[in-house]
């Protein structure tokens, strides 16, 4: 079990600046289009190490202009736009790109909390990444070869640190790349990525923002699909600065229990894996206990772990530690089975415990490197291979392949973008 603090965040910051200057291929995944081949729309990697490319097509190039290495590489032509996704959210992203007229242009998004800090107005969008950041670049270089010494673009979602302003602070990480703006030819070579360490990497990953107040009170609710479900009992939506206070930290809601209550979680697949940020109402100090806990529970129904150190406030402006549960860490490597949010009853009578940005991974599941397992535990069926990402052409399968749409354009400006800071433009 982790549980992020300050501290990590500010030695982590330090040595931030090693990750500007790394290349590429020492990231956690590699991409030099060398194996690939798709247009359209088609996805590079493997679960959960993807990224789906829409509008692009895998190219053989003549010109070595338009190559960082090798010979082929990710195109778009006059006119068109590419959209590069992740579902799980980037921490750090790299590449090498061009255009051959000089134009072109691309845009990085993510989540990010807008509106000012404890006012009733804040809320949770997708938005351009911050400009002095890189989130927003035009005009590209013509020659992308080694010797032209190009722009190698480096891109990190959140730092951890709020005094950096090098960063996007995505509360997810980066989760789409647009280019567009296209005269000539763009190419792309040479993309390296590592997944977020939040929340969201998970294989079920819930904001609670497409819940109403209230939900959960009466039924409970279930995330994610057989088997790898987690069904939430006890607690309930709450809304922020209504009942939920500062226990949100993507608005608008939050899932919790007020005081002296108790929510179980139960994992229909025993988890590998769980994250969460977690507050309540009166964090643990000097002469003062706390208010909040969650309990962790092996498949035997064994009590594991109590967590009682959580946060005060979810605001993703004061970068909150989160907590992190992994069941190898814990010793039980069957999975946990369940775990309990729980209310002290008397500490603080106003009170509230809560938890947001969910996500768990099963036994099993891609990316946990586990077999999967029933619930109560049964000799073991077939495990799901687990990814290996590496720099070789096993790294770069395609999935599938079809036409380019219309819904490319869709995908890109379907949704509702804002500058950071301010208004689009």
Do not use: C
């Amino acid at each position: 079990m982790l549980f992020k603090k300050p501290l990590f965040f500010f030695v982590f910051t330090v040595i931030f600046p090693f990750f500007l200057v790394a290349l590429p291929q020492d990231l956690e995944v590699f991409i030099d289009f060398e194996n690939a081949e798709g247009s359209g729309e088609f996805i590079l990697g493997e679960e959960p190490n993807t990224l789906k490319f829409i509008g692009f097509t895998v190219e053989t190039l003549d010109d070595p202009a338009l190559l960082h290495s090798g010979t082929k590489a990710l195109t778009l032509g006059p006119g068109q736009v590419g959209i590069i996704v992740s579902t799980r959210g980037l921490q750090y992203l790299q590449f090498y790109a061009g255009e051959t007229t000089g134009a072109g242009k691309f845009e990085i998004r993510g989540v990010m909390n807008t509106g000012h800090s404890g006012s009733s107005n804040k809320h949770a969008n997708t938005v351009i990444g911050n400009e002095g950041a890189g989130g927003s670049t035009t005009g590209l270089p013509t020659n992308i070869s080694p010797g032209a010494s190009p722009t190698l673009y480096s891109f990190v979602g959140d730092s951890g640190s709020f005094m950096d302003q090098t960063d996007f602070n995505f509360v997810s990480g980066m989760h789409e790349i647009k280019f567009f703006e296209v005269t000539g030819k763009l190419m792309i070579d040479d993309l390296g990525f590592t997944l977020t360490d939040f929340p969201s990497n998970n294989t079920v990953y819930e904001t609670w923002s497409s819940y109403g107040a209230g939900a959960g009170r009466t039924e409970p609710i279930v995330l994610g699909t057989s088997p790898h479900t987690a069904t939430f009992d006890g607690g309930s939506i709450l809304v922020e600065y209504s009942d939920g206070g500062n226990y949100t930290r993507t608005s608008p809601n939050t899932y919790g229990v007020f005081n002296g209550e108790e929510a179980t979680i139960t994992f229909e697949t025993p988890a590998y894996k769980i994250d969460m940020f977690a507050a309540q109402s009166t964090p643990p100090k000097e002469g003062i206990n706390p208010d909040g806990f969650i309990d962790v529970y092996d498949t035997q129904g064994n009590l594991v772990l109590t967590v009682d150190n959580l946060e005060g406030n979810l605001d993703p402006l004061w970068k909150p530690g989160s907590v992190n549960l992994n069941a190898d860490d814990l010793g039980i490597p069957d999975g946990i089975s369940k775990i309990v949010l729980r209310d002290h009853p008397t500490r603080n009578t106003e009170g509230r415990t809560a938890i947001d940005d969910f996500g768990f991974t099963p036994i099993g599941a891609p990316g946990s490197g586990t077999t999967a397992t029933t619930t109560p535990v049964t000799p073991e069926v077939p495990a799901i291979a687990a990814p290996e990402i590496t720099t070789q052409p096993v790294s770069q399968s395609v999935t599938s392949g079809h036409t380019a749409t219309l819904s490319v354009e869709a995908t890109g400006d379907d949704l509702t973008y804002q500058w950071y800071g301010g208004s689009s433009p």
